[in-house]
């Protein structure tokens, strides 16, 4: 039964993030020049699950190769806005 005196607690509201932070090809677009930067920097550490992730991630992409060689030079070049 509903009783009378309950008190009715709203959910607060959230706000929105900015759209370009939550969009998906945003972030994806980020990891990719974050890995081929690792790549280029010879940073790469086949021990972190982390880079081994988007490695495969960057394969699907056909941005590197099956031995870590970049094919697309232009991931090297910053796309997103910092």
Same mark, same amino acid.
């Given at each position: 039964?509903?009783?009378?005196?309950?008190?009715?607690?709203?959910k607060?509201? /959230? &706000?929105?993030?900015? *759209? @370009?932070?939550?969009?998906?090809? =945003?972030?994806? $677009?980020?990891?990719?020049?974050?890995i081929?930067?690792?790549?280029?920097?010879?940073?790469?550490?086949?021990?972190?699950? /982390? &880079?081994?992730?988007? *490695? @495969?991630?960057?394969?699907?992409? =056909?941005?590197? $190769?099956?031995?870590?060689?970049?094919?697309?030079?232009?991931?090297l070049?910053?796309?997103?806005?910092?």
């Amino acid at each position: 039964m509903n009783d009378i005196l309950t008190f009715k607690v709203k959910k607060p509201h /959230y &706000h929105k993030q900015n *759209a @370009k932070r939550n969009s998906k090809a =945003g972030n994806l $677009d980020r990891n990719l020049v974050y890995i081929t930067r690792i790549i280029s920097r010879g940073d790469f550490d086949p021990e972190k699950s /982390y &880079h081994v992730v988007l *490695a @495969k991630i960057a394969r699907s992409k =056909g941005i590197i $190769d099956k031995d870590n060689n970049i094919l697309k030079e232009e991931y090297l070049i910053c796309k997103t806005k910092r």
